[in-house]
């Protein structure tokens, strides 16, 4: 059983900041991947930013010089630094981990958290 958490999300003002974490627990034997992705009212599910294990980055375009992307290997959390928001940044931002467990290491599954919701509005 492998749970995924975000926090952090709320109502900011445009050029605004805000920091989200991503906290996993249960049943790991390695973390691989991990990101963050955007959902948009109306719209699909989009990558926002990813890091693998080694802390290799990608970011989408239109947050490019924004947002930064981290993780803790340690603690199993991974975050996410949004500077200079803007009101198309609002969405609900999820948290993807894929994950190996000891009974199947060389197989990784994705999980998701529940979503957290940033809203850029003045």
């Known amino acids: 059983q492998v749970q995924v958490v975000e926090s952090g999300g709320g109502v900011v003002q445009p050029g605004g900041s805000r920091r989200l974490s991503c906290a996993v627990s249960g049943s790991i034997f390695r973390i691989n991947a991990m990101g963050w992705y955007g959902q948009a009212p109306g719209n699909r599910r989009e990558r926002v930013a990813t890091?693998?294990?080694?802390?290799?980055?990608n970011y989408a375009d239109s947050v490019k010089g924004r947002f930064t992307i981290s993780r803790d290997n340690a603690n199993n959390r991974a975050y996410l630094q949004m500077n200079n928001l803007k009101p198309e940044d609002t969405a609900v931002y999820y948290c993807?981990?894929?994950?190996?467990?000891?009974?199947?290491?060389?197989?990784?599954?994705?999980?998701w958290g529940q979503g957290t919701q940033v809203t850029v509005s003045s």
């Open positions: 993807n981990a894929a994950i190996s467990s000891s009974n199947y290491p060389k197989v990784s599954v994705d999980y």
């Open positions: 890091i693998t294990s080694d802390g290799s980055t």
